[in-house]
Structure formats: structure tokens, C-alpha cells
């Protein structure tokens, strides 16, 4: 038992800032002297039930008793946006603290995705009420069919329109696959041909802002740069198959993983084990990936060029 609590005072002190002491944290957290802290973490006095979940609670960690070697687990938080508790406004929200959290700090933020990752849809209104329309139907019970847009108001699309802009503020590294674009594309396709989108206008718009916001990347790409005014790095690359959303942020040595599954919903870790695991994985895709940022990259043109022609022809649809 000693060795295990051991082990589990190594992995808090890991997630502790630099100007901290692990004593101090088990001072303020468990309501402990400092003496008994120290007996704690020399092992001397073990640690009780209820404590260890103070720790695992404060820390956002498990604590193993048993495990198999060569195995790990991770405390996650999950948003269960089924239950319909949780609104889209809130969604909007909790990517606005995400996104302002890495650029308060400086960070970067890195995604391996197969769909078009979704603040670069947020500068377009119509464009960005499609999309959570379109996800909502998907994972809301008893959720509108038909689209319309004035459904969608300023209380979603300005903190839509302001995470777009905190994205361009942020360095970032984008691993789309050859489906990134299709998937948004065939959302629009079946939206034309269940009658989800009836207004033929909207349904052009819809598409002449996919096109853009695909003219807004390609700016980026051969730049390498998200901004006119400063430096924003922008590095984009291809790969074949990825299977996931999956986006990485990193901030004064601390990392946060949001993994996007079933529409809305998000599985989430700070500065855990997942946090390594998919920090290496994104390591090694971009390694094996072909690059699609610089000045010409004929893969990332021949790519494009379908991808407006595909564009225009669903245009035509409505």
C-alpha cells in the first residue's frame, strides 16, 4: 500500500505548477498540518478513503488500486448532450473558455479531424446555424426537422462569430483527412434532399460560404499564417485515415485533450495520461502526413480544386 500511494503522490506532484510544493497542496486540500503532509508523502502515514478522493477530485485523476501492467486510465469529463439539460448555447460557451484559456496563455492548438474543424465555419452565420442544426437533429430528442435560421439568434452566432475570431488568434496545426471536406458536403446534400433546407437561396448561400470559408484556409495554408497583423502560425497536413476528432491543447507546460464523438458530445482530460497518449499519436500522424502549408504544395491544390468544384455543383442542387 505504501508503494501505491507512492506512486500516486508521483503523479499529483507532476501536475503541480513549478512555484508549488506538493505539501502545500496537501495542506490547503485535505485541511492537514504541514507535518502530516509531510508524513503522508514520506509514506509514513497513509492516506484514507475519503481523502483520496479529495485528491482525485481536486487533481482530476484515479487512483488504481489494482492494475494490469502495461495499462493506464484517465479521469474524463463527458457532456451529455442527449439529455437535452445541456443546450447548444451552452456548447458555444464552454468553446469560448476553451479556446480563451489557450490564448490567455500563449498556447497552441493542435487537431487530428474528419470533418472540417468547426471555428473556421463560425465566421458565417448561415453557414454556422446549418451545422449545429444539422448536429442537433442528430443528438437532441424531439429536436426542429426543418432548418431555420432565425431559429438561431445573437445569442449563439456572436459567441460563434467570437470564438472564429479567438481561433485566428491561436497558433495552430489542422491533420484534415480526404474526407474532412465530404462530410460537411454530404451533411448538405441530404439536407437538399430530405427538404431540411426548402429556402433554394439559403441553401446557395450555405454553400458559396462553405466555399469561402475553404478560400479562408487556403489563405492560411500558403501563408502559414492566420493573421495580416501578426504571427499565427497555421501548419496544415493530409492523411488518409484518422477516424476521430481529436484536438490538443497546450498551455505553460499543461495540456487539455477534447475528443469529439456522436455530434456534441466531447470527452475531455486535463493534464492526464490521455493527454500523453494523444499528444505522441498527433506526433507521429504528423510525421507520416503530407503537408499541405507553404508556398506550392500541388497535393493541397489539386485538393481544393475538387473540393470547390464540389462546392459549386451542390449549389446547383437548390
Given at each position: 500500500m505504501e508503494q501505491l500511494q507512492a506512486n500516486f503522490f508521483n503523479l499529483l506532484s507532476k501536475k503541480i505548477p513549478a512555484n508549488r510544493k506538493l505539501s502545500d497542496e496537501l495542506v490547503t486540500i485535505l485541511g492537514i498540518s504541514k507535518g502530516e503532509a509531510y508524513k503522508k508523502i514520506n509514506t509514513k502515514s497513509l492516506l484514507t478513503i475519503p481523502q483520496i478522493k479529495l485528491l482525485c477530485d481536486a487533481f482530476k485523476v484515479s487512483f488504481t488500486i489494482e492494475g494490469k501492467e502495461n495499462r493506464s486510465s484517465a479521469n474524463i469529463n463527458f457532456t451529455p448532450f442527449h439529455t437535452g439539460k445541456i443546450a447548444v448555447k451552452d456548447y458555444i460557451n464552454s468553446?469560448?473558455?476553451?479556446?480563451?484559456?489557450?490564448?490567455?496563455?500563449?498556447?497552441?492548438?493542435?487537431?487530428?479531424?474528419?470533418?472540417?474543424?468547426?471555428?473556421?465555419?463560425?465566421?458565417?452565420?448561415?453557414?454556422?446555424?446549418?451545422?449545429?442544426?444539422?448536429?442537433?437533429?442528430?443528438?437532441?430528442?424531439?429536436?426542429?426537422?426543418?432548418?431555420?435560421?432565425?431559429?438561431?439568434?445573437?445569442?449563439?452566432?456572436?459567441?460563434?462569430?467570437?470564438?472564429?475570431?479567438?481561433?485566428?488568434?491561436?497558433?495552430?496545426?489542422?491533420?484534415?483527412?480526404?474526407?474532412?471536406?465530404?462530410?460537411?458536403?454530404?451533411?448538405?446534400?441530404?439536407?437538399?434532399?430530405?427538404?431540411?433546407?426548402?429556402?433554394?437561396?439559403?441553401?446557395?448561400?450555405?454553400?458559396?460560404?462553405?466555399?469561402?470559408?475553404?478560400?479562408?484556409?487556403?489563405?492560411?495554408?500558403?501563408?502559414?499564417?492566420?493573421?495580416?497583423?501578426?504571427?499565427?502560425?497555421?501548419?496544415?497536413?493530409?492523411?488518409?485515415?484518422?477516424?476521430?476528432?481529436?484536438?490538443?491543447?497546450?498551455?505553460?507546460?499543461?495540456?487539455?485533450?477534447?475528443?469529439r464523438f456522436n455530434t456534441f458530445n466531447t470527452i475531455q482530460e486535463d493534464n492526464g495520461p490521455l493527454c500523453t497518449e494523444v499528444k505522441h499519436w498527433l506526433h507521429n500522424l504528423i510525421q507520416d502526413a503530407t503537408g499541405f502549408s507553404g508556398q506550392g504544395s500541388v497535393q493541397r491544390n489539386k485538393y481544393l480544386a475538387n473540393a470547390y468544384e464540389e462546392c459549386d455543383e451542390m449549389g446547383d442542387l437548390f
Open positions: 468553446l469560448e473558455r476553451f479556446l480563451g484559456d489557450i490564448a490567455l496563455h500563449n498556447g497552441k492548438l493542435s487537431c487530428a479531424t474528419d470533418d472540417i474543424p468547426i471555428f473556421h465555419l463560425f465566421q458565417y452565420p448561415e453557414l454556422t446555424a446549418f451545422k449545429l442544426h444539422f448536429w442537433q437533429m442528430r443528438i437532441i430528442d424531439h429536436a426542429p426537422f426543418k432548418l431555420n435560421v432565425n431559429d438561431w439568434g445573437p445569442s449563439i452566432l456572436e459567441p460563434a462569430a467570437r470564438l472564429h475570431q479567438l481561433y485566428q488568434t491561436i497558433p495552430s496545426i489542422e491533420v484534415w483527412t480526404k474526407t474532412s471536406l465530404l462530410n460537411t458536403l454530404d451533411q448538405i446534400r441530404y439536407a437538399a434532399e430530405a427538404k431540411i433546407i426548402t429556402d433554394k437561396a439559403l441553401g446557395k448561400l450555405i454553400c458559396g460560404q462553405l466555399r469561402s470559408a475553404l478560400s479562408d484556409i487556403e489563405v492560411y495554408a500558403i501563408n502559414r499564417n492566420k493573421s495580416n497583423e501578426k504571427e499565427v502560425s497555421f501548419d496544415w497536413y493530409f492523411y488518409d485515415v484518422i477516424g476521430t476528432i481529436t484536438y490538443l491543447a497546450e498551455m505553460d507546460g499543461q495540456l487539455g485533450t477534447y475528443i
